[in-house]
């Protein structure tokens, strides 16, 4: 495939444009329980304006757009009063939940190599449950990860165990506030408490639940404190992209001070260009996010974000009772916000996520680690709540459905083939790729039903899983190298 020689007409633009996402998942319906949070069709106008406006602007140098810095002072300054802060409290708008916690991670890692410079492999303390972002920022910042266990009944962490897996190359301990996977609030003010003692830094991922907590607590809910108000957090970090209802690409980190914000800066005026100074990962990017999260906050404001806080908290309860009612569905531990998990007793919960995906749902499979069983999670958006009692009509049809299925035969053979294999040197790629085929995985092309997919991931070891789906990702970016050129021109290869 080639740019086409000649460019297209508007119209047959945006046609084909919007072709391309006819199988894509139909979240504006409201049937959709994951990845999109929906803010409506008139903060959606709203937020789409502020964007486009913003576009092109380059945050790479904000002295040149004064306006860009602006945003991105407000921003910090709201989200500081939002979670604790004071007059000391610095932060910097990210990409994301995975940005804000890369630079937590430098952040530390930095400040350890100037305050404790005999630590060599620096090491952080996560409970099991905390995001995988921080392993990812880890490996890509050469810091050793330590994962501790967690209570198994409430899914929060086991502070003792945190206490005793601290060494001296010990730099940060790490609390969620919400949890993804199970929607719990750590024990904030112990994990703080511990830090302090220690000496040691200690962030809280507010990605999930920075937003909407506050306004929950505010609600009369038992939200225990959780951010830079408690002694001993260094840092937080909080998603707009998810319950502010910004568009992707929103989010910050905040730091109790200027000291210790100062070591997630990067400089660099070591090569021949202009001198790079960036305040978090990327250099050049759009201020459309930046300028979409202030449009937003300031679309709803306060009111109405206390108004979908009640009204998800409300729909989240009413939708956890009926799981909990249906014998062979629990849900796990007790959710702290609008998200939740739920395990299945005598089916395949696997199967029941494809029976709902059969009926027009969209919930996310999750599969088994630590303390945590293989399980099904759903985020509740506002937009999801006309339809409580239809998902909860189907979800028991889709137990009942799921009842008959069997378990795949691959997972017996794969857990015969890893039982007992040393996983430490990486797994034979052939032995991958004729997995994934047995799996009807083949060239990038997911089956219609996952089940058995979920079955076999959900039975393989942890390395096992990851270098599948490597393998799997890495056949799926696959260049459209044969497709002809909008104008009709086949690539020459
Ligand atoms: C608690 C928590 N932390 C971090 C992240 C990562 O955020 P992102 O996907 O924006 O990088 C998520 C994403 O769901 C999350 O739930």
Redesign the pocket.
């Known amino acids: 495939m080639q740019i086409p020689a000649t460019g297209l007409d508007n119209d047959t633009l945006f046609n084909t444009l919007e072709g391309f996402r006819a199988r894509d998942l139909t979240w504006r319906d409201g049937r959709t329980w994951a990845y999109v949070y929906d803010p409506g069709a008139d903060a959606e106008a709203v937020i789409k304006k502020a964007f486009t406006m913003y576009l092109s602007e380059n945050g790479l140098d904000p002295t040149s757009f004064p306006s860009i810095l602006k945003l991105e002072n407000e921003l910090i300054a709201m989200a500081s009063t939002h979670l604790g802060g004071d007059a000391k409290t610095v932060g910097n708008f990210t990409s994301?939940?995975?940005?804000s916690?890369i630079c937590a991670v430098k952040a530390a890692r930095d400040h350890a190599r100037a305050t404790r410079p005999e630590i060599t492999r620096p090491e952080i303390i996560l409970p099991e449950t905390a995001?995988a972002?921080f392993q990812k920022a880890a490996h890509y910042l050469g810091v050793e990860v330590v994962v501790t266990a967690i209570d198994p009944k409430s899914y929060k962490a086991d502070v003792e165990a945190m206490r005793a897996a601290i060494t001296e190359n010990t730099i940060l301990l790490v609390g969620?506030a919400?949890?993804?996977a199970h929607c719990v609030i750590d024990p904030i003010t112990e994990i703080a408490a511990l830090a302090a003692e220690k000496g040691l830094l200690c962030h809280v991922?507010a990605?999930?639940g920075g937003f909407l907590l506050p306004y929950y607590k505010r609600l009369g809910e038992p939200v225990p404190d959780f951010d830079l108000s408690v002694p001993g957090v260094t840092s937080i970090s909080m998603?707009f992209?998810?319950y502010a209802f910004a568009a992707k690409g929103a989010?910050v980190i905040l730091y109790k001070d200027k000291e210790l914000r100062r070591f997630q800066m990067y400089a660099c005026s070591n090569w021949s260009g202009y001198t790079i100074i960036n305040s978090a990962v990327q250099s050049s990017k759009s201020a459309g996010p930046l300028a979409g999260a202030w449009a937003v906050l300031h679309h709803f404001g306060e009111d109405g974000y206390l108004d979908i806080a009640r009204r998800v908290c409300e729909g989240t309860k009413r939708l956890c009772d009926g799981i909990n009612a249906i014998p062979e569905l629990e849900i796990m531990g007790v959710p702290e916000m609008n998200l939740f998990a739920f395990t299945a007793e005598g089916v395949d919960i696997f199967h029941v996520s494809d029976e709902m995906k059969a009926r027009g749902w969209f919930i996310q499979p999750q599969l088994c680690y630590g303390a945590s069983k293989e399980n099904v999670h759903v985020s509740v958006n506002p937009a999801c709540l006309q339809w409580v009692d239809d998902f909860l009509r189907d979800l028991a049809l889709s137990v009942e459905a799921a009842k008959g299925l069997p378990t795949s035969p691959l997972v017996a053979i794969v857990q015969g083939m890893f039982g007992s294999m040393d996983l430490s040197q990486g797994i034979d790629p052939g032995a991958v790729k004729q997995m994934l085929e047995l799996g009807g995985i083949k060239d990038g092309a997911l089956p219609e039903r996952l089940a058995e997919v979920n079955q076999v991931l959900n039975a393989l070891p942890v390395p096992a899983r990851e270098q599948l789906l490597v393998t799997f990702f890495n056949d799926l970016y696959t260049p459209a190298h044969d497709q002809p050129t909008r104008n009709g021109v086949v690539a020459a290869s």
Do not use: L, P, W
């Not at 994301?96 to 940005?99: A, M």
């Open positions: 994301g939940g995975t940005e916690i995001h972002a969620s919400v949890s993804f991922d990605c999930m998603d992209h998810k989010s």
